[in-house]
């Protein structure tokens, strides 16, 4: 479900970068000032059709910047989508959770220092890359206030920023197609991260049970906050609960069993994921 969410971010990132791309297909053969003094319209129609192209509704001796920061800003966000994933797996390679491990090439070193070390570094380079992008989106914006309806301000920080993010964006995405491909994933470790919770993570579930047996949730709440807040090393929420004078009654093995199981969270979760799966394939084959 999590990548669900990266993956329909990206679908989203991937429809603005085609839309702004599209604005951006534009024609201009208005003349110096865009007042069509030296030939009709006719001549920019009929080039425009030609090349497949869109005449500008109303130019000066450019067409209008806000086209070009638009597109920009997109490819911008696309960035700063790959950034949100990278971060994500870079967290769960920290070692205290270890969770997902980069891909690690015979004979590549992890730190100069420290041999037993595995850095995410296709992660920390597309977090690096994610900025560049966001600054050549920010120069675009300032690009369209131009003095006199055309100064020539924007034109040196253009032949930088348009190619660099055109470049940058497709590194990345290349970048972060490599390193999913090649992620090792330690699913008994995501596994035994949930168990250190000491079977807090169905705290909620917990306090919604007993709303549902007649306690007040202010009540609910307070014994259920209660119990975990007294849970000690090596114990679990699960037991001290059934042990507890005050609300074990409101329990039946089979509701300890329900709760803690973790099934009500694997039902929902599964429809959820059915559901926007049909979503993506729609969007999909559009």
Not at 31 to 45: C, F, L, R, W
Not at 120 to 146: D, Q, V
Not at 164 to 169: H, L
Request: glycine fraction near 6%.
């Amino acid at each position: 479900m999590k990548l669900m969410g990266f993956l329909a971010e990206l679908i989203r990132n991937e429809k603005r970068v085609a839309e702004a791309l599209e604005e951006l297909r534009i024609c201009k053969l208005s003349g110096a000032v865009g007042t069509y003094s030296s030939q009709e319209p006719i001549v920019e129609k009929k080039v425009s059709s030609y090349l497949g192209l869109k005449a500008e509704w109303v130019a000066t001796q450019v067409v209008p910047r806000d086209r070009h920061a638009n597109l920009l800003n997109q490819i911008a966000l696309l960035g700063a989508g790959l950034e949100r994933l990278a971060i994500e797996l870079r967290h769960l390679q920290r070692s205290e959770v270890s969770e997902v491990v980069e891909g690690f090439s015979k004979g590549q070193k992890g730190s100069s220092a420290m041999p037993h070390k595995k850095n995410p570094i296709s992660a920390e380079n597309i977090t690096g890359l994610s900025r560049l992008l966001r600054s050549y989106a920010l120069s675009a914006m300032e690009n369209i206030p131009l003095w006199h309806e055309r100064d020539i301000s924007h034109s040196s920080v253009e032949r930088v920023i348009f190619p660099d993010s055109f470049i940058v964006i497709d590194y990345a995405l290349n970048r972060m197609a490599v390193l999913i491909d090649g992620l090792e994933v330690n699913a008994k470790r995501m596994l035994d991260n949930m168990e250190q919770s000491q079977g807090q993570l169905y705290s909620s579930h917990v306090l919604l049970h007993l709303v549902k047996k007649g306690l007040s949730r202010e009540v609910a709440y307070a014994h259920v906050q209660r119990l975990c807040h007294s849970l000690g090393f090596g114990e679990h929420l699960k037991y001290k609960i059934n042990e507890d004078e005050v609300i074990s009654s409101y329990f039946t093995k089979k509701d300890l069993e329900d709760i803690f199981s973790g099934k009500k969270h694997r039902d929902t979760i599964s429809k959820v994921i059915k559901k926007q799966k049909k979503v993506l394939q729609h969007e999909d084959r559009k």
